[in-house]
Nanobody, 126 residues
Framework: QVQLVESGGGSVQAGGSLRLSCAAY????????IGWFRQAPGEEREGVAA????????YYADSVKGRFTISQDNAKNTVNLQMNSLKPEDTAMYYC???????????????????WGQGTQVTVSS
């Protein structure tokens, strides 16, 4: 089992920045992708960014490229999501998730992820 604990989030004005962190506990050697997903009310959950933990290869949704940066701290078993130039449409509940995967083209497919955190709210006001 793997447990994921998110921190960060909150409220910010458009153009501002927030940083989310996801700490992984348990059998972390059984996972090799950690991702961030978001879900706004009435919307489907979507992949935002993910990282292949072996080598730290990042993957981003087109909607956040150039604004969000995903990184990992191996010593702390933590993955961070730095979110800059935030827009009102970034408002959502953000979830950290983890999986063992073999297909990099599915890095942002939320249905493939096995372990999920509780979520943290991000609200961007205009």
């Amino acid at each position: 089992q793997v447990q994921l604990v998110e921190s960060g989030g909150g409220s910010v004005q458009a153009g501002g920045s927030l940083r989310l962190s996801c700490a992984a506990y348990g059998y972390t050697d059984t996972i090799n992708y950690i991702g961030w997903f978001r879900q706004a009310p009435g919307e489907e959950r979507e992949g935002v960014a993910a990282i292949y933990t072996i080598g730290g290869v990042p993957y981003y949704a087109d909607s956040v490229k150039g604004r969000f940066t995903i990184s990992q701290d191996n010593a702390k078993n933590t993955v961070n999501l730095q979110m800059n130039s935030l827009k009102p449409e970034d408002t959502a509940m953000y979830y950290c998730a983890a999986k063992y995967g073999v297909n990099r083209f599915r890095a942002l497919e939320y249905g493939d992820y096995k372990y999920w955190g509780q979520g943290t709210q991000v609200t961007v006001s205009s």
